[in-house]
């Protein structure tokens, strides 16, 4: 559902985190609900995903590996 990654994004910007999960739940009139974030998360679990959103709410076709984007982050920093 989209709206759970715009409100991800828009927490994301908002605290400065470079990396958080989400994780939502919808309630009886389908509105998303957040229930969990955490800065930890299996690598595993996503070198399987076909792409991602990038945070212009673009999606990016093609596989990943999210490590690599905390490296890019390190690196931009330095």
């Known amino acids: 559902d989209q709206r759970c990654i715009e409100i991800s994004f828009n927490i994301s910007e908002r605290l400065n985190f470079n ?28 070198y399987l995903c076909p792409g991602y959103w990038d945070n212009s709410l673009n999606w990016v076709e ?7 984007f905390m490296i890019e982050d390190i690196i931009k920093t330095i």
Request: hydrophobic content about 30%; overall charge negative.
């Open 19 to 46: 990396c958080m999960t989400y994780d939502y739940v919808f309630d009886e009139s389908d509105n998303p609900l957040l229930v969990e974030i955490s800065y930890g998360f299996s690598k595993d679990a996503y």
């Open 62 to 68: 093609g596989f990943f590996k999210p490590e690599d």
